[in-house]
């Protein structure tokens, strides 16, 4: 489309694949938008588009992310008020012809699998090096390393005990986020292998990958072949996890934070094993079923898409199941 439609804080640009919004930086501009200054939707990540009536003489066109497909809101897990919502373009009323265009326009744009969870994550998350001031520490994050540096005059005898924290994404799961603007705020880690080791307090469980983080181990570092040991049920407990409080982890700092994490962690996940072979003598598979399976392997074969090598082993797997 190529045209530019600007609102009450925000301006989006409509480009052939993608949405780009670019956020005011004015002093009526809510914090998050000031911190997350542009963002580039494309049309894959979005699942709907609405124009709805807004308050004082406005309306509101909202395009409406794919579950999955962005990690600023799957971190947040719906704790965003409607006014800190990046999705949504307030515009004067008398715009509101020109705003059911674009809203039909973009509608036309939406891909077959709008109505579908999305498998990855779509728009960019904020980039590292980023960090923020909690009550109880400081959190800092590189790209491939979660810090925590404790402060004295916050934090727990737990925490002070267990030392600063260093954790590689690369040995965590998943991010959960409590709102500082929510009682007993929080952003909490989740150590690969520890989701839900115990309940804890939070509008849900799960935030964005996983469910509730652990007690570190030894150094400060996650060391994930080591037992593991239940977290701390109580978030100012675990060393795991800083607290926010009163102008402490405010949402423009902490949720980027968190998006850019929880991000991290999903791009290095590592690759899903590849399901084991079936042990001869044990679960024998329908011998008609071994051969359809056979005569198209044979079928990838012949086209080129299977080598010589790798039809023999899995031919010869094959009729090992049998």
């Known amino acids: 489309m190529g045209d530019v439609l ?78 800190c919502d990046p999705y949504r373009l307030v515009l004067p009323a008398e715009r509101e012809t020109l705003a ?20 990855r994550f779509l728009v960019a998350a904020p980039e590292a090096p980023m960090q923020f001031k909690a009550y109880d520490g400081r959190a800092g994050f590189d790209g491939d390393r979660v ?36 009682f007993d705020g929080y952003l909490r880690l989740v150590p690969r292998g520890q989701e839900g080791t115990a309940p804890g307090p939070g509008p849900g469980t799960g935030f964005g990958m996983g469910t509730e983080p652990g007690t570190r181990i030894g150094s400060g570092t996650v060391q994930s072949a080591q037992p593991l040991v239940p977290r701390p049920a109580r978030a100012d407990q675990d060393p795991a996890a800083v607290v926010f409080g009163l102008g402490y982890g405010p949402v423009h700092e902490s949720l980027p934070f968190a998006a850019a994490v929880l991000e991290s962690v999903r791009r290095k996940q590592p690759a899903p094993a590849l399901p084991a072979a079936v042990p001869a003598g044990v679960g024998r598979r329908d011998p008609a079923d071994i051969a359809e399976r056979i005569r198209h392997l044979g079928e990838l074969h012949r086209a080129g898409l299977v080598t010589d090598d790798e039809f023999s082993a899995k031919k010869a797997q094959l009729l090992a199941e049998l």
């Open 100 to 119: 059911e265009y674009y809203a039909d326009e973009l509608r036309a744009l939406l891909g077959p699998d709008a109505a579908e969870p999305a498998d």
């Open 147 to 182: 810090s925590f540096r404790w402060f004295w005059t916050g934090a727990s005898t737990a925490k002070w005990k267990a030392g600063d924290q260093t954790f590689p994404v690369t040995e965590l799961s998943g991010v959960e986020w409590r709102s500082p603007e929510a």
């Open 6 to 83: 600007a609102g009450i804080h925000a301006t989006w640009e409509f480009d052939t694949d993608c949405v780009l919004i670019r956020f005011e930086r004015g002093i009526r501009t809510p914090k998050l938008f000031q911190s997350l200054r542009e963002r580039r939707v494309p049309h894959a990540a979005l699942s709907s588009v609405t124009l709805t009536p807004g308050k004082r003489g406005t309306v509101v066109l909202h395009a409406v992310p794919r579950p999955g497909a962005d990690p600023l809101l799957e971190a947040a897990a719906g704790q965003l008020k409607d006014g």
